[in-house]
Structure formats: C-alpha cells, structure tokens
C-alpha cells in the first residue's frame, strides 16, 4: 500500500489551517476508527457475537444498536459541538467547537441479511447553536459516507473535489485512492429506481423512465438498462464510477408525496460528493444543496447523477402536458426531446 497516501496524512495537509475543516478531519478520523468496527462486525453477520442467540428478524436492529454504541463511543470527545442522529436523538458534544454534525451510523442495515453493502452517512455544518441544520446543504464543511461491501470504502468531500479512500483489510488503515473522483464524461446508459413503485409516481418521473424503457425504438434512441441495488451507498458510488442516474421520487403514497430520504443525514452528504464529482443533485425540480430543512428529519426526493440525465428530468416536469405519454407521438412526442 505504498503507492497511496494513508488518510491521516493527507487530511493533516488538506484541512491545516483552517479551525471548522480541522475539526472535521479529526472527528472524521474518529469515525473511520468506529467504521473498521462495523466493517468487522456487518462482515461477520449472523457469526458476529452481536446476534449471538437472537432470532432472525430481530438481528438488523442489534446490529444497528451496536453500530450505534461504536460511533458515539469513537465521537465521545469529538471536537463537536452537536451530533444529530437520524432516528431523532440530538446529543451535546463538545462546548464551543466549530462544527456539529448530523450521522446515520448504519443505513440500510437490513441489507446485512441478503448481503448487500451498507453504509454510515454523516454531515458536518458550521456550528450555529439552533439555527445549525436549519442551514443549506451548501454549507457542508464535510460530507460523506462510508461503504460496507466487498471493500469498506470511504467516499467524502471538503467542497474542493471528491476523494475516495479504500480500507486495507489486513491492516485496517484507509489509503486515499483517488483525490479527485470525476463522473465519466459519456455517462452509461443506465437508470437506478425503484420499478414497484411506478404507479405512485407522477406523470413527469413515469415518462422520463417509459422513454428509457421504450429504448432504440423511443425518444432517446437508445438502449438502457435499470439498476436497483436498493443501497444507497452502492447506488452512489456506482454513479460516481459510471455515471447514470438514480431516482428516487416523491409518489402518492400516504407520507411519500415529499420524498422519503432524510435531507440532512442522507440527500446532503450525497449530493455534496455527486457534485464536486461533476454531477447534480435535485429533488426532481430545485437543487438538493440549496433546501433547507425546517426540521431535522425533513425528508425530500432525491434524483442525482450525471448532469445531462438529471437536468433532462428537470425539462420533463416543464412539458406542457405535465409529461404524459402520447400514443400518436410515440417515437418523438409532440413536446419531447
């Protein structure tokens, strides 16, 4: 592992200097001591002494209780003034820091059972006592997740570039692998939602997605295939490393109409890493970065991606016709692209 700089080093050089990004790096270098403890632990699985003797249904919520317990064990004497935790909890850190920060410590932890990756969200916002995260995404000091898969990865940004870092199984010690991850420029031709659902979406995201389904013989005149890993950590850094775009709408289910993601533990990290990496974040219509959350568990939809596919979905809600498929206009509709 020679050829990659170790992450305590590079952001010792990255964040020198300035007192909120210090306090990031060095909360975030708690953080990556606790993740190598979840990645032992969600790797194991059911070996793991965690679910020793629990029944199987009830394993994801010992498992995320443990993660739990790892994170605010590792964030104890974090230079941080407040942690917002997605489930509600809202703890005093360290008087007078810098920075606050709000952090799923294990989501999509029901993924565990089929073996599908998951992941630790976090945010770090300028310490602004209660107004802290009723603030625009865009004032992330950090942002990021890591990944529980294959690899244990970490994904971040500090507004200057993306970085990716990998964790070395035998040692444990994360190496930067990339400091500057871009989406491709030709994006592939693939599309991550959630097809059960597209009943209650509405007219604008059910033809966005029939003309990708409508493929070579459609609007776009061209082939695409969907992808669903129902993990929002694979579904990001599948984007970052090929581009697309992935979709997760507001529908007509009762407590869908607004979305599903939590902005600030979830929509905002994302969208700051897609978008120092080239692409675009929205909630369908209007900036991901640019919501502010008027309570800590607002929820919003999330489309993010290459720019070219996100900024198409944008154009499909501004159709006069509110996006509806036309029969007689099957190929290149009245008011399509």
């Known amino acids: 592992m020679s050829d990659f700089i170790k992450l305590e080093e590079w952001l010792g050089k990255a964040c020198a200097g300035d007192a909120a990004r210090e306090a990031a790096a060095e909360t975030l270098l708690k953080m990556a001591d606790a993740a ?46 407040q942690i917002a935790r997605e489930r509600g909890m809202l703890l005093e850190g360290r008087s007078g820091a810098p920075v606050a920060m709000a952090v799923d410590v294990l989501n999509g932890v029901q993924n565990i059972v089929a073996n599908i990756p998951t992941g630790s969200f976090f945010s770090f916002l300028p310490e602004k006592g209660e107004d802290t995260f009723t603030r625009p995404g865009s004032e992330q000091v950090c942002g990021g997740f890591f990944m529980y898969g294959p690899r244990t990865m970490l994904v971040f940004s500090f507004g200057e ?20 991850r871009q989406l491709p420029e030709i994006p592939a031709r693939e599309y991550a939602a959630n097809a ?8 604008a995201i059910r033809t966005y997605v029939d003309d990708m389904i409508d493929g070579a013989e459609g609007p776009r005149e061209a082939d695409y295939n969907m992808r669903w890993a129902s993990s929002l950590p694979a579904e990001t850094v599948r984007i970052l490393n090929r581009g697309g775009i ?14 599903r993601m939590r902005l600030l533990f979830h929509a905002n990290p994302v969208a700051l890493v897609v978008e120092q990496a080239g692409g675009m974040a929205t909630d ?7 919501k502010v959350a008027e309570e800590r568990g607002q929820r919003t939809p999330l489309i993010f991606g290459s720019k070219s596919e996100v900024q198409r979905v944008k154009r499909y809600y501004e159709l006069p016709v509110g996006g509806t498929r036309s029969p007689l206009f099957s190929r290149r509709g009245l008011f399509r692209f």
């Open 246 to 259: 992935f979709l997760y709408p507001g529908d007509s289910r009762p407590g869908h109409r607004h979305g």
């Open 36 to 81: 190598r403890a979840v990645s032992h632990m969600v790797a194991r699985g059911p070996m793991d002494p965690v679910v020793a003797g629990v029944a199987r249904q009830d394993r994801p919520q010992k498992f995320d209780e443990r993660a739990g317990e790892l994170f605010m064990a590792a964030l104890k004497d974090a230079p941080v003034a």
């Open 284 to 290: 369908g219509e209007n900036r991901i970065l640019d």
């Open 161 to 180: 570039g993306t970085i990716v870092a990998n964790m070395d199984p035998e040692t444990g010690v994360f190496h930067i692998t990339s400091e500057n």
């Open 196 to 203: 059960s659902n597209y009943r209650f979406w509405d007219s």
